[in-house]
């Protein structure tokens, strides 16, 4: 085997490698989530990290994430989150010495109905209060700078021009090449099997092939976060739910740059992706682990497409995929421990925001491990147990997901 350190995209394969016996800290999927909490923790001198990947690294949700940022939430945690998250995408080229590809094109969401735009116009005054701009545009202020929408149906849109969109494989690549020099051990097809629990705390970790005995497991498994924590024994109601997106051609009958603009009555979306478009699909009503792309679905997107931006008759849908949004009951991550199982720690139910919360999300992780609470941010609001408790949090603006 040679030592070349196997990146993300590679070839070179690391299963034959030999698994530590005893980890300090295993992190089970190697998503944004996982990679991004792997890197934080070196950052905080943890040395025994093992992520263990069952596929390859970032196969899962985040290759077939949108890369949308936003600092446009209706609530003040996923703001914060954002907030936290903006600065660490605002400096990655320097810190990981690798490019994300942020283009800060702004985020405009369109709303058709007028209680729709109330939201957003309630949205930017807690953005103003958290020190952040969102300009909420009238339908001839948004035909005059984006003549090519459609905008006789729409109430108003609020624009946030600091959001845009970046590369998830960059940005996943760097948190592994940066966890990997911190000394993490990331390992590509292994899955976890098991998770042993003796006396309310995490002993090992069962996988293909082996146990690896360790005092921490830090669930980053995405949509399959459920079956994860029923391994230890726990409730999470995580469920993962299909969305499609569709790519367009080339496509030069745009400006070059536009906002990642949002149509918030059928949560469709669009933005440009090189020279061609990147045009969103429907999201399932039920949750299914299927990723199939169906026609329905291209139909759908070209019928919401040509609504909003007639001169996509012109496009050409190319190709598209379907990817799995891990949505939990009140559509906010799940960041915390469960009391009943010391050692067992979540990173999960991202709900569609999961890569642009992935900074936060490792930031926040690293500390609850390293000194038994978040400090950056007061994530109790995110603790799994709020669902028992019957204490979920309440979001206005629930229509659209990126
Ligand atoms: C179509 C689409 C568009 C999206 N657009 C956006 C967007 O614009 N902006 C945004 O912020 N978010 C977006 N998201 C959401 C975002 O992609 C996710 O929130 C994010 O990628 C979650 O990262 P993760 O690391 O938790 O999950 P994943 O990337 O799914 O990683 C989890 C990993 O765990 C592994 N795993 C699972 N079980 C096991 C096991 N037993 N053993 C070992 N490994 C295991 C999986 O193989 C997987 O690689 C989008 C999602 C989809 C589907």
Same mark, same amino acid.
């Given at each position: 085997?040679?030592?070349?350190?196997?990146?993300?995209?590679?070839?070179?394969?690391?299963?034959?490698?030999?698994?530590?016996?005893?980890?300090?800290?295993?992190?089970?999927?190697?998503?944004?989530?996982?990679?991004?909490?792997?890197?934080?923790?070196?950052?905080?001198?943890?040395?025994?990290?093992?992520?263990?990947?069952?596929?390859?690294?970032?196969?899962?949700?985040?290759?077939?994430?949108?890369?949308?940022?936003?600092?446009?939430?209706?609530?003040?945690?996923?703001?914060?989150?954002?907030?936290?998250?903006?600065?660490?995408?605002?400096?990655?080229?320097?810190?990981?010495?690798?490019?994300?590809?942020?283009?800060?094109?702004?985020?405009?969401?369109? /709303?058709?109905?007028? #209680?729709?735009? $109330?939201? !957003?116009?309630?949205?930017?005054?807690? +953005?103003? =209060?958290?020190?952040?701009?969102?300009?909420?545009?009238?339908?001839?202020?948004?035909?005059?700078?984006?003549?090519?929408?459609?905008?006789?149906?729409?109430?108003?849109?609020?624009?946030?021009?600091?959001?845009?969109?970046?590369?998830?494989?960059?940005?996943?690549?760097?948190?592994?090449?940066?966890?990997?020099?911190?000394?993490?051990?990331?390992?590509?097809?292994?899955?976890?099997?098991?998770?042993?629990?003796?006396?309310?705390?995490?002993?090992?970790?069962?996988?293909?092939?082996?146990?690896?005995?360790?005092?921490?497991?830090?669930?980053?498994?995405?949509?399959? /976060?459920?079956?994860? #924590?029923?391994? $230890?024994? !726990?409730?999470?109601?995580?469920?993962? +739910?299909? =969305?499609?997106?569709?790519?367009?051609?080339?496509?030069?009958?745009?400006?070059?740059?536009?906002?990642?603009?949002?149509?918030?009555?059928?949560?469709?979306?669009?933005?440009?992706?090189?020279?061609?478009?990147?045009?969103?699909?429907?999201?399932?009503?039920?949750?299914?682990?299927?990723?199939?792309?169906?026609?329905?679905?291209?139909?759908?997107?070209?019928?919401?497409?040509?609504?909003?931006?007639?001169?996509?008759?012109?496009?050409?849908?190319?190709?598209?995929?379907?990817?799995?949004?891990?949505?939990?009951?009140?559509?906010?991550?799940?960041?915390?421990?469960?009391?009943?199982?010391?050692?067992?720690?979540?990173?999960?139910?991202?709900?569609?925001?999961?890569?642009?919360?992935?900074?936060?999300?490792?930031?926040?992780?690293?500390?609850?491990?390293?000194?038994?609470?978040?400090?950056?941010?007061?994530?109790?609001?995110?603790?799994?147990?709020?669902?028992?408790?019957?204490?979920?949090?309440?979001?206005?603006?629930?229509?659209?997901?990126?």
């Amino acid at each position: 085997m040679s030592n070349i350190e196997p990146e993300f995209g590679c070839l070179v394969t690391d299963r034959q490698k030999s698994l530590p016996s005893r980890a300090d800290v295993v992190i089970v999927g190697g998503g944004v989530i996982g990679l991004s909490i792997a890197y934080y923790l070196t950052k905080k001198g943890v040395k025994g990290i093992l992520v263990l990947e069952k596929g390859m690294l970032g196969e899962g949700s985040t290759a077939k994430c949108a890369g949308g940022i936003r600092t446009h939430f209706s609530t003040e945690i996923n703001i914060r989150c954002s907030m936290v998250s903006l600065k660490v995408f605002e400096g990655f080229k320097e810190e990981f010495g690798a490019d994300p590809e942020f283009h800060r094109v702004g985020y405009l969401f369109m /709303a058709s109905a007028e #209680a729709q735009w $109330a939201l !957003l116009r309630e949205n930017a005054r807690l +953005l103003a =209060r958290l020190g952040l701009e969102a300009e909420l545009p009238g339908p001839s202020e948004m035909q005059r700078r984006w003549p090519f929408l459609r905008v006789d149906d729409l109430a108003g849109g609020a624009f946030t021009p600091d959001d845009g969109y970046a590369g998830p494989y960059e940005v996943l690549q760097g948190f592994a090449k940066k966890a990997r020099q911190g000394g993490a051990v990331i390992r590509e097809h292994v899955e976890v099997t098991g998770i042993r629990v003796t006396k309310g705390r995490v002993q090992a970790v069962d996988f293909s092939g082996g146990m690896v005995r360790t005092p921490v497991v830090i669930n980053a498994a995405g949509p399959y /976060a459920a079956r994860i #924590a029923a391994m $230890a024994g !726990l409730d999470l109601p995580v469920f993962p +739910l299909r =969305r499609q997106i569709f790519f367009t051609d080339l496509f030069d009958d745009l400006p070059a740059q536009f906002p990642m603009f949002i149509d918030m009555e059928h949560g469709w979306y669009m933005r440009r992706e090189g020279r061609g478009l990147l045009l969103a699909g429907p999201q399932d009503a039920e949750s299914s682990f299927s990723e199939k792309v169906d026609f329905e679905a291209r139909e759908w997107t070209a019928e919401r497409g040509l609504h909003r931006v007639p001169v996509l008759e012109k496009a050409r849908i190319a190709r598209g995929w379907a990817g799995l949004y891990e949505i939990s009951p009140d559509h906010h991550a799940v960041m915390g421990a469960f009391p009943e199982v010391e050692g067992f720690i979540c990173a999960n139910g991202f709900s569609g925001h999961g890569f642009q919360h992935s900074p936060a999300a490792g930031i926040l992780i690293s500390e609850l491990v390293t000194e038994g609470e978040a400090r950056t941010l007061d994530i109790h609001s995110l603790r799994p147990a709020r669902f028992r408790e019957g204490d979920l949090i309440h979001e206005p603006l629930t229509a659209f997901r990126d």
